[in-house]
């Protein structure tokens, strides 16, 4: 009976702690519908690849990439790219894990990872916990899902001058994740706009112009990333506490 309560308990701090990361989704996944939609995806399409994919940089990439009839390999690339950073941390929360749980259990973890729910991981003592982690992770991607799906359906509903202002929305949003850091570390904020300087002539110089808009951002991302670690490393442990921010 005690373990019961403690196991309910533990089922309640993870909604807790999923439902204010969930609602934040909602609005984020919202414009993101608005982006599926004028790829042309159905709103059953949305559901499950924000599902399956949460994370609002690699459904950025999803979409632009269907948009512009991009290959399957680009796609592929270009998500794996948006979402490496959910590598480390997955190796910090694997330190995490306990020695008892099941493989499948270790998949689950892995699966969770988004930048929010790895803070609220990373802030609790002890080991992780199975109920806690598919509790918050379920609240939080269901209203991811259904914000990406009443966007496209919105997006089908509304005017299109409507459609387009809130298109923008999800700029802003990454406006909003790119600036706090570049104006703590002169360092990124350098790096952000050598991105912004090369991705505009990329998009201008003769040849290269020519490639596809998801190869061009491919080639840019591996060449601007790989110089930066190469003359500006990061610590591990610097790492692990710039992501858990």
Same mark, same amino acid.
């Given at each position: ?7 309910? +308990?533990?089922? $309640?701090?993870? /909604?807790?702690? %999923? ?6 989704? !909602? =609005? *984020? ?25 949460h994370a609002s940089a690699g459904e ?40 008892? +749980?099941?493989? $499948?259990?270790? /998949?689950?973890? %892995? ?6 729910? !790895? =803070? *609220? ?55 909003a994740i790119i600036i706090p850091p ?64």
């Amino acid at each position: 009976m005690r373990t019961l309560n403690k196991n309910q +308990d533990v089922i $309640l701090e993870g /909604f807790k702690a %999923g439902l204010p990361i969930g609602f934040g989704y !909602f =609005a *984020v996944s919202f414009s993101l519908g608005i982006i599926a939609k004028s790829a042309n995806v159905s709103p059953f399409q949305c559901f499950i690849t924000s599902f399956l994919n949460h994370a609002s940089a690699g459904e950025f990439a999803i979409f632009t990439c269907i948009r512009d009839n991009v290959s399957y390999v680009e796609i592929a690339l270009m998500v794996l790219i948006a979402n490496i950073r959910y590598v480390l941390m997955s190796c910090a929360l694997s330190q995490r894990i306990h020695e008892k +749980d099941s493989m $499948l259990a270790r /998949f689950f973890y %892995g699966f969770t990872v988004t930048d929010e729910l !790895f =803070a *609220v991981e990373i802030g609790r003592k002890g080991h992780l916990q199975l109920e806690y982690t598919m509790t918050a992770f379920l609240t939080a991607v269901i209203m991811w899902s259904c914000g990406t799906t009443v966007g496209c359906m919105a997006g089908s509903v509304l005017p299109a001058r409507v459609v387009s202002a809130l298109s923008v929305a999800l700029y802003g949003m990454f406006l909003a994740i790119i600036i706090p850091p570049a104006r703590k570390d002169k360092l990124i904020g350098g790096i952000i706009i050598v991105c912004f300087l090369l991705s505009y002539l990329f998009a201008r110089v003769p040849y290269i112009r020519d490639i596809s808009s998801g190869t061009r951002i491919i080639i840019l991302t591996v060449i601007i990333a790989s110089v930066s670690a190469i003359l500006f490393p990061v610590k591990d442990e610097e790492s692990i506490e710039k992501a858990s921010e």
